[in-house]
């Protein structure tokens, strides 16, 4: 083998294109997540009515959904970020703020969702960047080894 031929596996690629759909994945909802986190978006109020929970094993997981509402904009049947169980009763309304995310707005505290988006993004960064690396790795071994003094008798 010729230095500097090797070529990617078929693994290496697949890892790599999972990779890159991670990150678009994270980019498509980098500027929402961080508008979330700052409170930036239009403000107005969210009337729930109704909440729909998921049991999981030792866990349940509540969403409340409702209307939003701001100016003459009117959102009907989106969600509001991490409120649980006992954050509403039907017909109650709270302050909330809208990033342009579809289904959601959130509450005055904002959301910590930005944690998961760079976490995705430094994840698929990572899975993208694995063939060329390894390819690096390899070369730089092929060409040690080929530059490597022999020992006697061998």
């Not at 969600?79 to 289904?103: I, K, S």
């Not at 430094?122 to 960047?129: E, I, K, P, W």
């Amino acid at each position: 083998m010729k230095l500097g031929t090797k070529r990617p596996s078929a693994f290496d690629l697949v890892i790599a294109v999972g990779g890159l759909a991670l990150v678009l994945l994270a980019a498509q909802n980098l500027g929402s997540a961080l508008a979330a986190l700052r409170g930036e978006g239009t403000w107005g109020t969210f009337t729930a009515h109704r909440v729909e929970c998921v049991q999981h094993p030792g866990h349940e997981q509540c969403t409340w959904l409702g209307e939003f509402r701001a100016g003459g904009q009117v959102r009907p049947e989106v969600a509001f970020y991490g409120a649980d169980r006992e954050a509403f009763v039907p017909g109650q309304t709270a302050r909330a703020f809208d990033t342009g995310r579809r289904g959601h707005v959130y509450g005055p505290g904002g959301s910590n969702e930005w944690i998961m988006v760079a976490l995705l993004l430094v994840a698929g960064l990572g899975l993208a960047a694995r063939p060329v690396i390894r390819l690096r790795r390899g070369t730089a071994r092929t060409t040690e080894a080929a530059g490597a003094p022999r020992a006697p008798g061998g």
